[in-house]
């Protein structure tokens, strides 16, 4: 079992920066595909960056490209999620995933993920 605990959240203005972290916990994550979600309130879950077991590879979705980098420290066991130039259509609260294949199919996908955490707001004030 993995338990993934995301940190880092809170109000920020537009144009303004935030790194999130998701800490693991239990088995190691070094071979796990690790992705970061959003999603608000009534709304579906929406993908927003994922990063291959090395970390040599990493996909965004387009409404975050260039803004966001998403990174990994397997030897803390911890992922990163970098947010610069927040815009308030980035509300939402951010969960981290983990998938223990360490598949690169459908990184996009929440499906292929087995592990979730929590979660932590982000708010992006205009």
């Known amino acids: 079992q993995v338990q993934l605990v995301e940190s880092g959240g809170g109000l920020v203005q537009a144009g303004g920066s935030l790194r999130l972290s998701c800490s693991a916990s239990?088995?190691?994550?070094?071979?796990?595909?690790m992705g970061w979600f959003r999603q608000n309130p009534g709304k579906e879950r929406e993908f927003a960056a994922a990063?291959?077991?090395?970390?040599?590879?990493?996909y965004y979705a387009d409404s975050v490209k260039g803004r966001f980098t998403i990174s990994r420290d397997n030897a803390k066991k911890t992922v990163y999620l970098q947010m610069n130039s927040l815009k308030p259509e980035d509300t939402a609260i951010y969960f981290c995933?983990?998938?223990?294949?360490?598949?690169?199919?459908?990184?996009?996908?929440?499906?292929?993920?087995?592990?979730w955490g929590q979660g932590t707001q982000v708010t992006v004030s205009s």
């Open positions: 995933a983990a998938d223990y294949s360490g598949s690169l199919a459908t990184p996009m996908a929440g499906s292929k993920y087995d592990y």
């Open positions: 239990g088995r190691t994550i070094s071979s796990y595909t």
């Open positions: 990063i291959s077991w090395s970390g040599g590879r990493t």
